[in-house]
């Protein structure tokens, strides 16, 4: 079910983000909207830089549910 462009889990992540007083990074540079998310087939990917390199924070069904989990990180 899709609300305004945004999926119902999508939608959810950005109600569970403004919940807990997170913000979900914009990226005008990325295809998926979001800083440090990366598609991942049809899925998206959280990760976050460690050390020289990159740790992934997991595998999300919408780029909203990677940057919320990114933002829950920090």
Do not use: C, N, W
Not at 45 to 68: K, Q, W, Y
Request: glycine share 10%; no cysteine; charged share 25%.
């Amino acid at each position: 079910i899709m609300e305004g462009g945004l999926s119902h889990a999508a939608m959810e992540a950005v109600r569970q983000a403004a919940a807990e007083s997170l913000i979900l990074e914009r990226s005008a540079r990325s295809v998926t909207g979001y800083k440090r998310v990366k598609q991942h087939g049809r899925r998206f990917e959280a990760s976050l830089p460690v050390g020289g390199g990159t740790s992934s924070l997991g595998i999300f069904d919408t780029a909203e549910e990677a940057a919320l989990a990114i933002a829950r990180s920090r």
